[in-house]
């Protein structure tokens, strides 16, 4: 008879032991799940901001070609002495940019500078420059 109590006595110091296994690898299973969310975030803030990078070289594209097309009015695409196309592109860049704002300037020369920047929410500035020259 004894050695049946010492037997009932033993298993009962593990019992237990798989619940505990449980909760650790419930444990384990939620820090996965939280760093998949976590890296899903991270790859939509990269997404966002890569959007709005290819929005801006194509936006400072779109001016490059207007302004190879009129050659000969060239200072009215600076920013100083902006005429009504380029005041049409800037409102274009302000709507599809946050914060979008630009400046352009053109040299005697034909060197054409185009500088677009914008600020998308929890972000520093970001800036985008294409620089061409026209002759």
Not at 1 to 20: C, D, E, I, V, W
Not at 65 to 81: C, F, P, Q
Not at 103 to 113: D, F, K, L, R, Y
Request: aromatic share 6%.
């Amino acid at each position: 008879m004894k050695a049946s109590s010492n037997l009932k006595a033993g298993r009962g110091q593990h019992t237990g032991f798989a619940m505990l296994e449980a909760l650790v690898a419930l444990l384990i299973c939620a820090m996965g799940v939280l760093g998949v969310v976590g890296l899903q975030g991270a790859m939509t803030r990269a997404q966002t901001s890569a959007t709005f990078r290819a929005e801006a070289a194509f936006l400072a594209q779109q001016l490059l070609g207007e302004m190879w097309t009129d050659r000969t009015g060239l200072n009215a695409y600076a920013t100083a002495s902006c005429g009504a196309a380029c005041q049409d592109w800037q409102a274009r860049v302000a709507a599809r940019l946050p914060n979008g704002e630009s400046t352009v300037t053109v040299a005697a020369t034909g060197a054409v500078s185009i500088e677009i920047r914008w600020t998308a929410a929890g972000e520093s500035t970001n800036r985008f420059t294409m620089a061409s020259s026209i002759n």
